[in-house]
């Protein structure tokens, strides 16, 4: 059977927005060290959604001779392609860096599902991913889509409520910040790092 006339439209899309950061080996060693000397410093850390991981207190961008900031530096562009994605206006004095932190998994360690509110977009940043260190996963925001689930024989992007990416180093992901996102277990043997941020906009 021939259907004349067919068409999709794809209304209200939830985008991750993928990228893999230019000169990312440098920037990874750099950081690498800057993060571990956090944790050698502060092995308490805070507690959010990491289950066993260690999540560093905010980083201080205060401080122009540090990784973080370089890095900030870098990724600026990646978040400015974003907004142009998006269709919102870019006015860089107006793009706020309101956190960023890390958060190294070691072995079974986990992230629960979460958001960060209060913010346009989220991000994380790998640092250190090694094989098997727990994907990055997303869940559906509309909660009526997940109430009501019909049998399906194949996976199409209008059935799924749940979707993984397996993250690499080097990778950055920048995602709206309402977007319930978790880590899965770290069943490696080595850590992973990965770095998150916020960006809100300001008025």
Not at 131 to 145: D, H, K, L, T, Y
Request: include cysteine; hydrophobic fraction near 35%.
């Amino acid at each position: 059977m021939t259907l004349i006339e067919k068409k999709i439209f794809k209304f209200f899309p939830q985008p991750i927005f993928h990228y893999k950061v230019e000169n990312y080996e440098k920037h990874n060693e750099n950081l690498s060290k800057y993060i571990y000397e956090l944790y050698k410093d502060d092995k308490d850390g805070l507690i959010r959604s990491n289950q066993g991981g260690w999540h560093s207190k905010p980083f201080d961008l205060k401080k122009k001779d540090k990784p973080p900031f370089n890095f900030f530096m870098e990724i600026q562009k990646y978040v400015a392609d974003v907004f142009r994605e998006y269709g919102w206006f870019y006015a860089p004095e107006k793009v706020n860096l309101t956190e960023m932190w890390a958060i190294i998994n070691k072995k079974n360690n986990f992230n629960i599902e979460h958001t960060h509110p209060n913010n346009y977009l989220s991000a994380a940043y790998y640092v250190k991913a090694p094989e098997n260190c727990g994907s990055f996963n997303v869940s559906n925001p509309n909660q009526v889509a997940k109430e009501r689930i019909a049998i399906s024989n194949k996976r199409t992007e209008f059935n799924q409520n749940i979707a993984q990416i397996k993250p690499v180093a080097g990778d950055l992901l920048l995602f709206p910040a309402y977007l319930p996102h978790s880590v899965g277990m770290n069943l490696s043997e080595e850590d992973r790092i990965v770095i998150s941020f916020n960006i809100d906009i300001l008025k």
